[in-house]
């Protein structure tokens, strides 16, 4: 039975999260359809555009993405406090760069002067407006529906694209977000659509490596599709990896990024067909402070979508963990 989306994103027990989206037709979101040879490859650009522009614009900040042929994996994190420190016109300019808002709003923003009980119902308007640029369920019907209109467009069709609403799964110990971060950024190496992480296009990894991002281009279509109306902002990096803990605020991964691309690339040639079993005597630093066994690790950062539950899920109280 789904649960209430209230009940499965909390950011009290962890601002970290794993999101999944599946399309529903046999026909492929991106790559190659098989059956009809038709290629849908320019739509991975689609959704790398919409989340790097959506995440400048939310209290999202983007781990890790990867953009499959049937479906995208996301590792995010909530970032409430980025939205609570905006000024009331800047919660107005991100909200109407994707929708148009209420009259009331128009006239406000054009400084057009306005009785006490409008005043009252603008500044109503953007504490809504506040709350759902912090809201996760909000930055996904913001990214899945214009997708989902232009490739039914494209497509010629009506109905639904997305399998459902979307699978979330919250990240609540250090492991488990490093291997799930490493999880979706393997996704094209294990699904044999790249030789290295680093030639894994329309992943977070490769933009990491190599940035890429063209941010013109990106303004350019989203605005001529018309589900962007206008973009005046910076763009917001992917999050950071900040080395270790620090006594100063630190709102990025606290592991260093030179450790993290180890882990990948010792995880990817682990895993490799003609490595099977073949682990290097070397582990990578970071595991060690982490106090991770390496066979515990590989089965987390190939298997974390059928693990995940077992290992990492919440569990009820009185009930004790089965996590090797």
Known sequence: MTQPRKTLVSITDTPYYHIVSRCVR???????????????EHRRQWIVDRI???????AV????????????HLVVKLNPDQVNRLTDQEV??????LFK??????RFNAGIALSKPELDTVSEIITLWRKRLADLSWFMKCLNQPIARKANLEDQCTGHFWEGRFKSQALLTDEALLSCMAYVDLNPVRAAMAQTPEDSDYTA??????????????????????DLLEFNHALKPLLPFEGNITNDNQEGLLFSFTDYL??????????ALNKRGAIPSHLPNILKRLSVNHKTWLSSATRFEALHRHRFGRRRPGTKSTTA
Request: aromatic residues 10%; hydrophobic residues 35%.
């Open 26 to 40: 046999r026909s492929y979101l991106c790559g190659v359809d098989h059956h009809s040879g038709k290629s849908y």
């Open 52 to 58: 790097r522009l959506l995440s400048s614009l939310f």
């Open 61 to 72: 900040d983007l781990c890790s993405y990867a953009v499959m042929s049937n479906h995208y």
């Open 92 to 97: 107005i300019d991100r909200w109407l760069s």
């Open 101 to 106: 808002g209420p009259l009331l709003v128009q």
């Open 205 to 226: 990894i490769q933009e990491r490596i190599k940035p890429q991002f063209d941010l013109q281009q990106a303004i350019h279509s989203q605005t001529d599709s018309e």
């Open 262 to 271: 180890e882990l990948v690339d010792w995880t990817g040639r682990a895993i």
